[in-house]
């Protein structure tokens, strides 16, 4: 059976069945027709630029305990990607953000997050971590970014990627 959050329809309790659907096969009830489709999280992360240097932090829990990575995180049922990068960004490092448009977005196939990642900039608060989430915070230079093998995620260094690329005046 391919992988699937149900073994049976959660409509009708029949035994969900492989079914030929969209060119995928994909576990479907023979009875009402429900099939479940892959559903990702949302992450939505921000790029936030002082002085031509960009803010990370180095996380303090689990497999990545010790890299870095941009402040965000998941987005929440009851949020939109924006809200959800201010939120983030504002509980790990301290800072309000206002966000300054979609710079990036990231997606491995198979690896069900979807991550969106905005340029933002500092409005108000002070630099400080979430102990229960970093342990330090810091701006780098473009130049002085850790290298890969200390940030976090894939999609951080997609996300710095993008950030060293990005030139306003092009369209």
Request: proline letters at 8%; a negative charge.
């Amino acid at each position: 059976m391919i992988s699937s959050r149900f073994a049976y329809c959660p409509r009708d309790g029949t035994k969900l069945v492989p079914t030929r659907i969209d060119g995928r096969d994909r576990p479907a009830c023979p009875v009402c027709g429900f099939a479940d489709f892959m559903h990702v999280q949302i992450g939505a992360n921000t790029i936030v630029e002082r002085d031509g240097a960009v803010l990370l932090v180095r996380l303090n829990y689990g497999p990545r305990d010790g890299h870095w990575a941009l402040p965000g995180g998941l987005v929440e049922n009851d949020e939109t990607t924006e809200q959800a990068a201010r939120r983030e960004t504002a509980e790990e490092t301290g800072f309000e953000v206002a966000l300054d448009g979609l710079l990036a977005t990231w997606m491995r196939p198979g690896f069900p997050i979807l991550v969106v990642i905005y340029r933002a900039h500092i409005v108000a608060g002070e630099l400080r971590v979430a102990p229960d989430e970093a342990s330090e915070a810091a701006f780098f230079a473009r130049d002085r970014v850790p290298p890969l093998e200390e940030l976090a995620w894939p999609s951080t260094a997609h996300g710095l990627d993008a950030w060293r690329a990005y030139e306003p005046e092009r369209p």
